[in-house]
């Protein structure tokens, strides 16, 4: 096995230069995508709703320690039943910074550093049952698929892929390793997210007919500086690319209390770019007096502002949108209307209504109450303390460890990482056919019309504790 794996990446682990991979959008023509977009696939085995064997021990390797990185290893380091035992990242100071965050805990894992292929030998151990990957996005699926052939579960920060062909490798390989590759849409765990999730399994809302999700996130002067994104990676993903670059924050929740995958599934999309207005002025007025960014001037930068348009099998209706270079407030929408209520989360406060006026302050924090998940009385206030956007973050991990060491399916399984990460490029297509519609992919090959929805009752779970004050 580990000579196929080695073989494999002699292709795959080209991905990181952009050689394979990353850029396999920009080189296939329209025709090509679509026709990857439209394939049908016979299912090896069906991973949603799947329950692995169970962990007493979840033994972790962690690829990638710059932005992302650094948090999950702090949050894991608090979860009874987690062993830290691989650090990896291209830079030896940022292993040597999450190394000393370290002392003084259980945990002594092993560095992985100073080459572009070190990380195998981590994903090669006999003694790891989980890679948390947090790199670069051409890196997800050389690095998922690789650690699903090595006998790893995955967890793969957003997107988990960039091309429908990307996608549709670790839809397969995940079905034929029976290896967990979930997406760590964080979004999806945040407090009223899971509220309005909760709210919509006891029918609050009545039949949903309509849902909206965004990443409205000023990050233009995040994207220019020379001490963000190694590399500058995360601006070279916004040039020579036109659509929702990063939809999975606001769709993920809306998925989830549409049942997609589980249910519903999405027929076809629409959409549609401004132009850009902000990134190509922004280059031109940074490389005038530093010669650094000359080899951004003269790009063709995404819109500011994209729209896309989803409509079910069942007839609902979904909104995204993405906007990470103007000047506006953060806001992810998160909208959900229903035949009984409705609900909205930005501009904040969150607000429900039942019939034409908001409900007001003793009247939301009654629904509050009634309504609370049950995943959030056991960490809500625990996330809360130790953080994580809020607390969101760790109440994501809590929940990934818990369904491991419980043998519990997950809430988010390959067919959600897969279909919500193809929004993408599929956009992308759009945007290039003047908001022509593109039939989405059904990656569960039919699935959906029997899969159970996500379940978040903590049935046969909730048992692994916080270690609060490690």
């Known amino acids: 096995m580990k000579n196929n794996r080695r073989d494999f990446l002699r292709i795959t682990g080209l991905a990181g230069l952009g050689l394979v991979s990353g850029s396999l959008v920009s080189c296939k023509s329209s025709n090509e995508i679509m026709a990857s977009a439209s394939r049908l696939k016979s299912q090896r085995f069906n991973m949603s709703g799947y329950a692995a064997p169970k962990l007493d021990k979840v033994r972790i390797g962690f690829i990638g320690l710059g932005m992302r990185g650094p948090g999950g290893v702090e949050a894991m380091s608090k979860i009874e039943g987690v062993e830290i035992k691989g650090l990896c990242d291209l830079r ?14 259980p945990h002594n894992p092993v560095s992985y550093t100073g080459s572009d292929n070190v990380w195998k030998e981590m994903v090669d151990r006999d003694d790891i049952d989980l890679i948390y990957i947090a790199t670069p996005w051409d890196w997800h699926v050389p690095m998922a698929v690789y650690s699903m052939e090595a006998g790893k579960h995955v967890a793969v920060e957003v997107p988990a892929a960039k091309t429908i062909d990307e996608c549709w490798e670790l839809v397969e390989t995940s079905e034929r390793t029976k290896k967990h590759c979930m997406m760590l849409e964080n979004v999806c765990y945040d407090f009223f997210e899971l509220l309005t999730l909760n709210m919509a399994r006891q029918g609050y809302f009545g039949e949903i007919i309509h849902g909206e999700g965004a990443y409205i996130h000023d990050l233009i002067d995040l994207n220019f500086s020379k001490d963000g994104y190694q590399d500058m990676w995360r601006l070279r993903e916004n040039y020579e690319r036109n659509g929702n670059l990063y939809p999975t924050h606001g769709l993920g929740p809306i998925c989830q209390i549409m049942n997609i995958n589980r249910g519903d599934q999405m027929d076809y999309l629409t959409s549609l770019s401004s132009n850009d207005f902000s990134m190509a002025d922004k280059a031109k007025e940074l490389a005038s007096s530093d010669d650094f960014y000359e ?18 099998k069942n007839g609902k209706s979904i909104m995204i949108q993405h906007d990470v270079s103007s000047p506006r407030p953060y806001s992810r929408i998160h909208l959900v209307s229903g035949t009984k209520a409705f609900a909205r989360k930005y501009p904040l406060p969150a607000r429900i209504s039942k019939g034409h006026d908001w409900l007001n302050e003793a009247e939301m924090k009654s629904l509050e109450e009634e309504y609370a ?27 990934l460890i818990d369904c491991l060491r419980n043998g519990l399916p997950l809430d988010q399984d390959v067919y959600d990482a897969a279909l919500w990460s193809a929004i993408a490029p599929l956009a992308e297509e759009s ?35 916080v270690l609060i004050n490690q």
């Open 373 to 399: 998940p049950e995943i959030v009385k056991k960490v809500g206030d625990m996330a809360k303390k130790i953080g994580g956007h809020g607390g969101m973050d760790f109440i994501m991990r809590w929940r």
């Open 92 to 105: 030896p100071k940022e292993v040597e910074k999450v190394q000393k965050m370290l002392e003084g805990t």
């Open 431 to 465: 945007v290039k056919k003047r908001a022509k519609s593109i039939d989405v992919p059904d990656f569960t090959n039919g699935s959906w019309k029997t899969n159970a929805p996500v379940d978040i009752t903590l049935a046969g779970g909730g048992t692994t504790n």
């Open 295 to 312: 080899p951004f001037a003269g790009k063709s930068y995404r819109g500011n502002m994209n729209t896309t348009t989803i409509k079910t």
